[in-house]
């Protein structure tokens, strides 16, 4: 009897945790948001990476996008080359957000622009962003 009593309290404690962790776990899911960069077509033909928090995210080349889910938060967009200015980026819970990413080139020196965009400029800027994120 005394075993079979540990042992519906180790069930039940076990059922508990598992719920709650279940319950964390969706919870934390839902704390995120996408960032997504892009880079329309242009004659600049460099790649550069791409930073968030000065970690890189990938490298970018014209015509291409980069997605990355984050924790909800502020994050300042930089790149392997020079910027224009940094830009910060704010994550919110369940939403995307689109930054157009141009290289510029002055005098013969490069400069990243970054600059934040609504869902529709992004996909008319770059139709192949219609559909993947």
Known sequence: ??????????????????????????EADTQT???VVFREKSRQRASYKVFLQNSSIGRLDI???????????????GSSLPTKENITVSVRSGETTYV?????????????????????????????LQGQI
């Open 33 to 35: 948001g996408t960032v």
């Open 63 to 77: 015509n291409e996008y980069i997605s990355v889910e984050l924790p909800v938060g502020d994050y300042i967009v």
């Open 100 to 128: 157009n990413s141009q290289l510029v080139k002055r005098s013969n020196k490069f400069k990243v622009s970054y600059n934040e965009v609504d869902q529709d400029l992004a996909i008319e800027s770059m139709p192949d």
């Open 1 to 26: 009897m005394r075993r079979l009593l540990i042992a519906l309290l180790a069930v039940t404690s076990m059922s508990f945790t598992f719920s709650t962790t279940t319950a964390q776990a969706a």
